[in-house]
């Protein structure tokens, strides 16, 4: 079998804070912008990786999505447990200071887990949890 990631999906409330975070303080290229206001489907993804994506997308915009499910969703992203990506770069160190610097929300400075990785958290303008662990 051969099977690949393509695109992964991460919501967004505010798709312009979204825009700005993963294309100017990240660096990923915008692939794809379509709809309008916050209904808007943002594929990005690392210029250096033209088939895998991240869809930046409105969470509510299925309409198999119930009221009480919207509430759920929105609480969820308002505290930061909805959406999360596992991002990965050779220089943890740079990485992390160039994020921060740019005023990302930081959850977790450079770490040595005890898994055996060392990572670093951010929060992303919707509230997702952005883990950038470093490649050894």
């Not at 660096?27 to 209904?39: S, T």
Request: proline share 7%; with cysteine.
């Amino acid at each position: 079998m051969d099977i690949s990631i393509q695109t992964s999906s991460l919501p967004h409330d505010d798709p312009e804070e979204s825009l700005v975070f993963y294309r100017d303080v990240l660096g990923f290229e915008v692939r794809g912008d379509v709809g309008q206001g916050k209904m808007r489907w943002i594929t990005v993804g690392p210029a250096d990786q033209p088939s895998t994506s991240i869809l930046l997308a409105p969470p509510v915009a299925d309409p198999g999505v119930t009221e009480d499910e919207r509430r759920t969703i929105t609480e969820m992203m308002a505290k930061g447990t909805y959406g999360w990506i596992l991002l990965a770069t050779r220089d943890l160190d740079a990485t992390f200071e160039q994020v921060r610097a740019a005023g990302a929300e930081v959850v977790q400075e450079p770490t040595e887990q005890p898994y055996g990785m060392r990572d670093c958290a951010f929060r992303d303008p919707a509230g997702n949890m952005v883990r950038i662990q470093e490649l050894r």
